[in-house]
T-cell receptor, first 113, second 113 residues
Framework: GENVEQHPSTLSVQEGDSAVIKCTYS??????FPWYKQELGKRPQLIID?????GEKKDQRIAVTLNKTAKHFSLHITETQPEDSAVYFC????????????FGGGTRLMVKP | DAGVIQSPRHEVTEMGQEVTLRCKPI?????LFWYRQTMMRGLELLIY????????DSGMPEDRFSAKMPNASFSTLKIQPSEPRDSAVYFC???????????FGSGTRLTVV
């Protein structure tokens, strides 16, 4: 099955700084790469995703970049705000695995005001 | 749309009792997933359905766990008998086809004492 690792496991930044979280996966057949945000006590919510035929996607302050050769993709958050504090999960999907997402262990982002 | 609806939100039960968790997916979604979240193990996929048919139940911990989807708008996850190590947040999620991400419900926080 897919082996997914996220780094770092915790990240503390000052408000206004940028944050980058990296996700490494093992299956070269993976073709869908989403990021989920989970605030304390809430449900995971999809914040951005990218497919294998695209190298980068942006949505306001967040962006995802994909390097299929190296088998990793990253979440970039610019101009961080306290409300960005949450746990972020990557969850790549392999076409061979039906519709199953494999979630990484999560990265806890803390934005200090 | 009201989103994915789970009930109950909280459940406290005694060891050995039967527990039933319920989920109503988003209308029109053809995939339904049951996840369990704990601090130690993160987000684990238990089982998922496509068009009401179980596709992969390899994540179901043991025979004490069972899941059904009698129709497109309802699914249950049952634990019988429950044990303290089953304490976790159980999330239901649904998606439309394989091209899109998941929408999670608010979760059921289960405590077995």
């Amino acid at each position: 099955g897919e082996n997914v690792e996220q780094h770092p496991s915790t990240l503390s930044v000052q408000e206004g700084d940028s944050a980058v979280i990296k996700c490494t996966y093992s299956d070269s057949a993976s073709n869908y790469f989403p990021w989920y945000k989970q605030e304390l006590g809430k449900r995971p919510q999809l914040i951005i995703d990218i497919r294998s035929n695209v190298g980068e996607k942006k949505d306001q302050r967040i962006a995802v970049t994909l390097n299929k050769t190296a088998k990793h993709f990253s979440l970039h958050i610019t101009e961080t705000q306290p409300e960005d504090s949450a746990v972020y999960f990557c969850a790549p999907r392999t076409n061979n695995a039906g519709n199953m997402l494999t979630f990484g262990g999560g990265t806890r982002l803390m934005v200090k005001p | 749309d009201a989103g994915v609806i789970q009930s109950p939100r909280h459940e406290v039960t005694e060891m050995g009792q039967e527990v039933t968790l319920r989920c109503k997916p988003i209308s029109g979604h053809d995939y339904l997933f049951w996840y369990r979240q704990t601090m130690m193990r993160g987000l684990e996929l238990l089982i998922y359905f496509n068009n009401n048919v179980p596709i992969d139940d390899s994540g179901m911990p043991e025979d004490r766990f069972s899941a059904k989807m009698p129709n497109a708008s309802f699914s249950t996850l049952k634990i019988q008998p429950s044990e303290p190590r089953d304490s976790a947040v159980y999330f239901c999620a649904s998606s439309f086809r394989k091209a899109y991400g998941y929408t999670f419900g608010s979760g059921t926080r289960l405590t077995v004492v």
